[in-house]
């Protein structure tokens, strides 16, 4: 196995190194380290982006860091190096150890080899560097395709409903709404196949569904002939009249160390082959020793390659002891979060959670590889308290759809039952995003401002890697200020700006970026001419 990866400007330096290209020296007089964790797990965390900053004085003592990201530079010029652990995060890989020393007093850092690739990318700029570095990082394992990546899919389960109203003619007005609004996926959760889950909603008194060994029924996933008697293909092939693609929900087999992997490449291929499927969500995965995440590997490698690149996967991370972010970064976006309208508890949706969840995110995760969630605003009202002021009621209809328009948008929902208020609302948005979208992810998105707290401005700059015109999205949270300014000679050379959406004003003096978004909870959508 590898222990290094370089990647630089040019292309990818792919000879594994030899243990002295293990240490990395600086002569900086003022180094600085940055050293990023995260967290995985979202049904049980909100909080997923953790960074820690040390000045690198002679005096400080070793450290040993286990981290997926750690960045070391020079405090005065911004030039720095990068370090990427292609890896489970640290609490879920099944071999622990530590990722690097780092000797201060003698002004290096020591790769360890503990198994994990490591990945080293050279940057300049700062903090601004870092956010470029990681994207291209990512963007060298898996680049950015239009019109497979950064696609505004749609599932079902959000609702809070699970596989209750799974069945062919839902469905195909799933298809018919889907088209309507401008979904690009129409995608299946848990309850398209003959099999039940532990999830299921058709689970009868004191029946146990499945949550791993799904093979020892070799009937488990054929398509439901109850739900499905004509099987999925009227509802695949309605998608693609409507000029949309289709995904699945699966559950690869975790049992006896995944050892029916080639089983689940083989049945997802067909399914690719022969019905058209391109997206699966892949969920329940358990990562739990060195041969199931090898083996786990290989079945994400087989359909790749059985697939030419065609297939796409979101990785769910929101429980057990799952790939993460950078486990296998190579195969499509990460499934970040399950989060619901619902009265039975207290986990709600809130839109300026998962923006502050996506916006920290975006610091070291390429934003096109961030799967993230805007749900019904109109369901269930009652579930929040009369005077919640950050309710999704709240927020403007479109500035909802907004906060996710810079990931990769997850409609978790049912469109049919969208209000029409709602659908009317989204559907220009969603127009124009898509005219744009590709130039959005074809450089690099940057959050700025404040980290969302509800309160704040905050959002995102995507910069071109070349000539091209950049993009600012900003939001007002609640607060007094209407204006907001933004200093962009740090991301890109612009002298004209153009309100897209949103409600608001913008101009461009001196390289700052100045706006105005007179309602709370708005916000403004810009193009930056060069």
């Given at each position: 196995?590898k222990?290094?990866l370089?990647?630089?400007a040019?292309?990818?330096?792919?000879?594994?190194l030899n243990?002295a290209?293990?240490?990395?020296?600086?002569?900086w007089?003022?180094?600085k380290?940055?050293?990023v964790?995260?967290?995985d797990q979202?049904?049980?965390h909100?909080?997923?982006y953790?960074?820690t900053?040390y000045l690198?004085?002679?005096?400080?003592?070793?450290?040993?860091l286990t981290?997926?990201a750690?960045f070391?530079?020079?405090?005065?010029?911004?030039?720095?190096v990068?370090?990427?652990r292609?890896?489970?995060?640290?609490a879920?890989?099944?071999?622990k150890?530590?990722?690097?020393?780092?000797?201060?007093?003698a002004?290096?850092l020591?790769?360890?080899d503990?198994g994990?690739?490591?990945?080293?990318v050279?940057?300049?700029?700062?903090?601004v560097g870092r956010?470029?570095a990681a994207?291209?990082?990512?963007?060298?394992?898996?680049a950015?395709v239009p019109?497979?990546d950064?696609q505004f899919?749609t599932?079902?389960?959000g609702?809070?409903?699970?596989d209750a109203c799974i069945?062919e003619a839902f469905?195909?007005?799933?298809?018919a709404a889907?088209?309507?609004?401008?979904?690009?996926v129409i995608?299946?959760d848990d309850?398209w196949?003959?099999g039940?889950?532990?999830n299921?909603?058709?689970?009868k008194?004191?029946?146990?569904?499945?949550w791993?060994?799904?093979?020892?029924?070799?009937?488990?996933?054929?398509a439901d002939p109850?739900?499905?008697p004509h099987?999925?293909?009227?509802v695949v092939?309605?998608?693609?009249a409507?000029?949309m693609k289709?995904?699945?929900?699966?559950?690869?087999d975790s049992?006896n160390?995944a050892?029916?992997?080639?089983k689940?490449?083989?049945l997802?291929?067909?399914?690719h082959r022969d019905?058209?499927v391109?997206?699966?969500?892949?969920?329940?995965?358990?990562s739990?020793?060195?041969?199931?995440?090898?083996r786990q590997?290989r079945?994400m490698q087989?359909?790749?390659d059985g697939?030419?690149?065609?297939?796409t996967?979101?990785?769910d991370?929101?429980?057990?002891?799952r790939p993460g972010?950078?486990?296998?970064?190579?195969?499509g976006p990460?499934?970040?979060e399950?989060r619901?309208?619902?009265l039975?508890?207290g986990?709600?949706?809130?839109?300026h959670?998962t923006?502050r969840?996506f916006w920290s995110?975006?610091?070291?995760?390429?934003?096109a590889?961030?799967?993230m969630e805007v749900?019904?605003?109109?369901?269930?009202?009652?579930a929040?308290p009369?005077?919640?002021?950050?309710?999704?009621?709240?927020?403007?209809?479109?500035?909802?759809f907004?906060t996710?328009?810079f990931?990769?948008?997850?409609?978790?929902?049912?469109?049919q039952n969208l209000a029409?208020?709602?659908?009317a609302?989204w559907?220009?948005?969603?127009?124009t995003?898509?005219?744009h979208r590709?130039?959005?992810h074809?450089g690099y998105v940057?959050?700025v401002?404040?980290a969302?707290?509800?309160v704040a401005w905050?959002g995102?700059?995507?910069a071109?890697?070349g000539?091209g015109?950049g993009?600012?999205l900003?939001?007002?949270?609640?607060?007094d200020?209407a204006a907001?300014a933004?200093?962009?000679?740090?991301?890109?050379?612009?002298?004209?700006a153009e309100?897209l959406a949103?409600?608001?004003?913008?101009a461009?003096?001196?390289?700052?970026?100045r706006?105005s978004v007179?309602?709370k909870?708005?916000?403004v959508w810009v193009?930056?001419?060069?």
């Amino acid at each position: 196995m590898k222990k290094i990866l370089c990647i630089l400007a040019a292309g990818v330096c792919a000879g594994a190194l030899n243990a002295a290209d293990e240490t990395f020296a600086w002569k900086w007089t003022h180094p600085k380290l940055t050293v990023v964790r995260l967290q995985d797990q979202t049904d049980r965390h909100a909080e997923l982006y953790f960074e820690t900053e040390y000045l690198l004085a002679r005096c400080e003592q070793k450290l040993e860091l286990t981290a997926p990201a750690v960045f070391v530079e020079d405090a005065l010029s911004g030039e720095g190096v990068a370090f990427f652990r292609v890896a489970p995060l640290p609490a879920s890989r099944p071999v622990k150890g530590i990722d690097y020393r780092v000797e201060p007093g003698a002004r290096r850092l020591v790769v360890v080899d503990n198994g994990y690739p490591c990945v080293r990318v050279p940057y300049a700029g700062g903090a601004v560097g870092r956010v470029r570095a990681a994207t291209d990082f990512q963007r060298r394992l898996r680049a950015y395709v239009p019109g497979r990546d950064g696609q505004f899919l749609t599932n079902t389960w959000g609702d809070g409903n699970r596989d209750a109203c799974i069945n062919e003619a839902f469905l195909l007005r799933e298809v018919a709404a889907g088209a309507e609004l401008g979904v690009d996926v129409i995608q299946i959760d848990d309850g398209w196949q003959k099999g039940r889950t532990a999830n299921s909603a058709a689970l009868k008194k004191g029946e146990k569904g499945s949550w791993s060994s799904f093979w020892h029924d070799p009937e488990f996933w054929k398509a439901d002939p109850v739900r499905f008697p004509h099987g999925l293909k009227p509802v695949v092939d309605a998608a693609k009249a409507k000029g949309m693609k289709f995904g699945l929900w699966y559950g690869p087999d975790s049992s006896n160390e995944a050892e029916h992997w080639e089983k689940d490449v083989a049945l997802l291929l067909g399914l690719h082959r022969d019905l058209g499927v391109d997206y699966f969500k892949l969920d329940s995965i358990k990562s739990e020793t060195p041969l199931a995440l090898d083996r786990q590997k290989r079945l994400m490698q087989g359909l790749l390659d059985g697939s030419q690149g065609r297939i796409t996967v979101d990785l769910d991370v929101t429980a057990q002891v799952r790939p993460g972010y950078y486990g296998f970064p190579e195969v499509g976006p990460v499934f970040v979060e399950n989060r619901y309208i619902r009265l039975r508890d207290g986990r709600l949706w809130y839109p300026h959670q998962t923006l502050r969840a996506f916006w920290s995110l975006a610091h070291v995760v390429d934003p096109a590889r961030l799967r993230m969630e805007v749900l019904n605003p109109d369901r269930l009202p009652e579930a929040y308290p009369a005077d919640d002021p950050l309710a999704p009621s709240r927020w403007p209809k479109d500035a909802l759809f907004a906060t996710v328009m810079f990931a990769s948008p997850l409609g978790w929902f049912e469109i049919q039952n969208l209000a029409p208020a709602t659908a009317a609302a989204w559907k220009p948005l969603v127009a124009t995003w898509k005219k744009h979208r590709d130039a959005v992810h074809a450089g690099y998105v940057h959050p700025v401002g404040s980290a969302p707290d509800g309160v704040a401005w905050t959002g995102f700059v995507a910069a071109p890697k070349g000539d091209g015109d950049g993009y600012a999205l900003l939001f007002r949270e609640l607060n007094d200020r209407a204006a907001f300014a933004l200093d962009l000679t740090p991301y890109l050379r612009t002298v004209r700006a153009e309100v897209l959406a949103g409600r608001g004003t913008a101009a461009v003096e001196g390289g700052v970026l100045r706006v105005s978004v007179p309602a709370k909870l708005d916000f403004v959508w810009v193009r930056l001419a060069r």
